[in-house]
């Protein structure tokens, strides 16, 4: 709605139908599973048609972006993401964290499992939080949350076993809960170089509920903007972004 009122033609170009592609106010195009194989190929023509700008919304496109730059990269006036690297590292949260360590960022610490850990003799400091490693969305991984806190040996074990049967990778780390916490959230956009930044506070849900914000409020917070920005510098990020911090 926003680009359709400031005059810029929204194309909306996914593998299926969603409430995005039922938009009256942008260009859609839908190229279902059979179609695979034509993707790519039309969304560069897309980007050679006219002068546009090319931005992801899902992991999955991104991913996708990562695989195709070179076919995509060159069909566009601009690719509204950072390179490759800064990408796959945002999209593993056990590189991010390890990345974060090196570049002496405030993140909680991570705790390494090999396939030869045993839950029933962790020592490491409950509570702890899992996640997966990789974002996910897919039907075949519902059952597997985004964050979840696990407060003893047993409870580690039975989440643990959970991810196994997904198949999917865990990162377990310090969890953060249980204290007296503020959750920001720091809208950010840069450019060569140029940076803008705003801080919402999160209201709704609270931090305990490991979910999406449905409702933040816009406040000053210099520390946490300054934290936002020295870590999309270093990344040397492109486009946009959104960077969460508890507090």
């Not at 991913?63 to 690719?79: K, M, Q, S, T």
């Amino acid at each position: 709605r926003r680009a359709h009122r400031l005059g810029v033609k929204p194309v909306v170009f996914d593998t299926e139908q969603d409430i995005a592609t039922a938009s009256r106010l942008a260009h859609v195009e839908t190229h279902p599973g059979r179609e695979r194989d034509k993707v790519i190929p039309r969304l560069a023509a897309l980007g050679r048609e006219l002068p546009s700008a090319l931005i992801s919304t899902t992991d999955a496109w991104l991913r996708a972006l990562v695989a195709h730059r070179g076919e995509l990269e060159p069909a566009y006036d601009r690719i509204l993401h950072p390179g490759n690297d800064a990408v796959s590292l945002c999209l593993n949260k056990e590189k991010f964290a390890m990345w974060s360590e090196r570049n002496a960022l405030p993140v909680p610490k991570l705790y390494r499992i090999g396939p030869e850990f045993r839950p029933e003799t962790c020592t490491f400091p409950f509570p702890l939080m899992l996640r997966p490693a990789e974002t996910l969305h897919s039907n075949a991984t519902a059952e597997i949350p985004k964050a979840s806190q696990v407060c003893s040996a047993a409870a580690l074990a039975r989440r643990l076993e959970e991810f196994r049967r997904a198949g999917v990778t865990p990162v377990v780390c310090q969890s953060l809960l249980g204290r007296e916490l503020t959750q920001y959230s720091v809208g950010l956009a840069r450019i060569g170089g140029r940076m803008m930044t705003f801080v919402a506070r999160k209201l709704r849900p609270l931090p305990e509920a490991c979910a999406t914000g449905t409702l933040v409020q816009t406040t000053q917070q210099p520390e946490v903007e300054r934290l936002a920005r020295r870590a999309a510098a270093l990344l040397d990020y492109e486009g946009i972004a959104e960077i969460e911090v508890l507090r």
